[in-house]
């Protein structure tokens, strides 16, 4: 098999087989000529298939070890996708650490209509074990989870899956398929929201599912032409140009975060820093041994709000504002932003303190993103 940057430069990005263009053109084309009364042909409508969104899918399913790719029009709707596969008085388990717009679709639109959760503490398989009910469809969790940073096992919950035939679905959109691979650890489907790390420039919406069932594609196939929930031809030109430098802009990412948490660390004036890759993380056994590095996301507690909004103030390099995964780096205030929706006694029972801020580390020169948190830490 090829490495994985050979792989996100050639696969389903081959010459064009008309022009020998090596960059794959945008088909922009909706509707495509049939030449007569009742001809089979592969290229009918624009929204059941498109040659450029076919050569994104097709790389983003080798990108994640996978058989069959799906594009859609953004991280939720791929979600939506996924959660399609659960019907009514059937039961989700979830994990009570995820990103609040999702906590929001389950909570606030699926629930409503009769399909049951539980959200539970994923860092321990057992409790996933425990919560698996006759009625059980679907474990759905991310790694490392948003924003504490936890980490869940997924071969364990892989086996727990197969072992009481309930299928598994893995968010990992804050490792990437540069850093984890869900589906070879016996996910049965991993999504993405594209905007982030695999868009990398924050300049396209997007998400992804990736799976290795037939079964499961073949729903997905219809729910996608169905629902229509798909990106333009363009959005996935811009994909398909950003993962051919996606293992190149991971390294920066990790290296420059790792040496952010260490220096936010060893500081005082805050009172904890959550990232995998520090020896003080509870589960940096488990990320060395699941992930290939530990990621570009740092989460600070700073201790209150009015510290969080000092911080954040004084920084030049890192923008607040939503999303992550950009070259640029980006400060986020989750309490009030990401996971505004989550009922406040969860987040706090979670860590979502107002004194909580989430830094999404950019690729900037390490020794600018340094000043800009001593900038950061003397406010404090």
Same mark, same amino acid.
């Given at each position: 098999?090829?490495?994985?940057?050979?792989?996100?430069?050639?696969?389903?990005?081959?010459?064009?087989?008309?022009?020998?263009?090596?960059?794959?053109?945008?088909?922009?084309?909706?509707?495509?000529?049939?030449?007569?009364?009742?001809?089979?042909?592969?290229?009918?409508?624009?929204?059941?298939?498109?040659?450029?969104?076919?050569?994104?899918?097709?790389?983003?399913?080798?990108?994640?070890?996978?058989?069959?790719? #799906?594009?859609? !029009?953004?991280?939720?709707?791929? &979600?939506?996708?996924?959660?399609?596969?659960?019907?009514?008085?059937?039961?989700?388990?979830?994990?009570?650490?995820?990103?609040?717009?999702?906590?929001?679709?389950?909570?606030?639109?699926?629930?409503?209509?009769?399909? /049951? #959760?539980?959200?539970?503490?994923?860092?321990?398989?057992?409790?996933?074990?425990?919560?698996?009910?006759?009625?059980?469809?679907?474990?759905?969790?991310?790694?490392?989870?948003?924003?504490?940073?936890?980490?869940?096992?997924?071969?364990?919950?892989?086996?727990?899956?197969?072992?009481?035939?309930?299928?598994?679905?893995?968010?990992?959109?804050?490792?990437?398929?540069?850093?984890?691979?869900?589906?070879?650890?016996?996910?049965?489907?991993?999504?993405?929201?594209?905007?982030?790390?695999?868009?990398?420039?924050?300049?396209?919406?997007?998400?992804? &599912?990736?799976?290795?069932?037939?079964?499961?594609?073949?729903?997905?196939?219809?729910?996608?032409? !169905?629902?229509?929930?798909?990106?333009?031809?363009?959005?996935?030109?811009?994909?398909?140009?950003?993962?051919?430098?996606?293992?190149?802009?991971?390294?920066?990412?990790? /290296?420059?975060?790792?040496?952010?948490?260490?220096?936010?660390?060893?500081?005082?004036?805050?009172?904890?820093?959550?990232?995998?890759?520090?020896?003080?993380?509870?589960?940096?056994?488990?990320?060395?041994?699941?992930?290939?590095?530990?990621?570009?996301?740092? !989460?600070?507690?700073?201790?209150?709000?009015?510290?969080?909004?000092?911080?954040?103030?004084?920084?030049?390099? #890192?923008?607040?504002?939503? !999303?992550?995964?950009?070259? /640029?780096?980006?400060?986020?205030?989750?309490?009030?932003?990401?996971?505004?929706?989550?009922?406040?006694?969860?987040?706090?029972?979670?860590?979502?303190?107002?004194?909580?801020?989430?830094?999404?580390?950019?690729?900037?020169?390490?020794?600018?993103?340094?000043?800009?948190?001593?900038?950061?830490?003397?406010?404090?």
């Amino acid at each position: 098999m090829p490495g994985f940057s050979t792989t996100a430069i050639h696969t389903g990005q081959e010459p064009e087989k008309v022009t020998g263009a090596v960059t794959v053109p945008i088909f922009q084309s909706t509707t495509y000529a049939q030449h007569e009364l009742g001809e089979h042909v592969k290229y009918d409508y624009g929204r059941t298939i498109n040659p450029t969104r076919e050569a994104w899918e097709t790389s983003i399913s080798a990108l994640e070890h996978g058989k069959y790719g #799906f594009a859609f !029009s953004s991280g939720m709707s791929a &979600i939506a996708a996924a959660l399609s596969l659960v019907k009514p008085r059937e039961h989700v388990i979830a994990g009570n650490d995820m990103y609040g717009g999702t906590y929001r679709y389950f909570s606030k639109l699926l629930e409503p209509v009769g399909i /049951e #959760f539980s959200y539970v503490d994923m860092t321990r398989p057992e409790n996933v074990s425990k919560a698996i009910r006759p009625n059980t469809r679907l474990i759905y969790c991310e790694t490392p989870t948003n924003p504490m940073m936890s980490l869940i096992d997924l071969a364990a919950v892989g086996q727990l899956g197969r072992d009481r035939e309930v299928m598994t679905v893995v968010d990992n959109t804050f490792a990437t398929p540069y850093l984890q691979n869900p589906l070879d650890r016996g996910i049965d489907m991993v999504l993405h929201s594209v905007t982030k790390y695999l868009g990398g420039h924050s300049d396209v919406l997007g998400g992804a &599912i990736v799976t290795s069932h037939p079964d499961i594609a073949e729903h997905l196939k219809f729910y996608q032409n !169905s629902y229509g929930a798909v990106p333009s031809p363009f959005d996935c030109w811009l994909l398909l140009r950003s993962v051919k430098t996606l293992a190149l802009r991971m390294r920066a990412h990790c /290296e420059n975060a790792q040496i952010l948490a260490d220096k936010l660390a060893a500081d005082g004036r805050v009172k904890r820093v959550y990232y995998p890759g520090l020896a003080t993380h509870p589960q940096h056994e488990l990320a060395v041994q699941q992930m290939k590095d530990f990621g570009g996301m740092v !989460s600070v507690e700073t201790g209150s709000l009015e510290n969080a909004r000092k911080f954040t103030d004084a920084l030049r390099y #890192f923008t607040l504002g939503e !999303s992550l995964g950009g070259v /640029e780096s980006l400060v986020c205030h989750p309490r009030t932003m990401t996971h505004a929706s989550v009922p406040e006694a969860r987040r706090n029972e979670l860590g979502i303190t107002p004194g909580l801020i989430r830094l999404s580390v950019g690729v900037e020169d390490i020794g600018d993103l340094t000043e800009d948190i001593d900038r950061g830490l003397s406010a404090l």
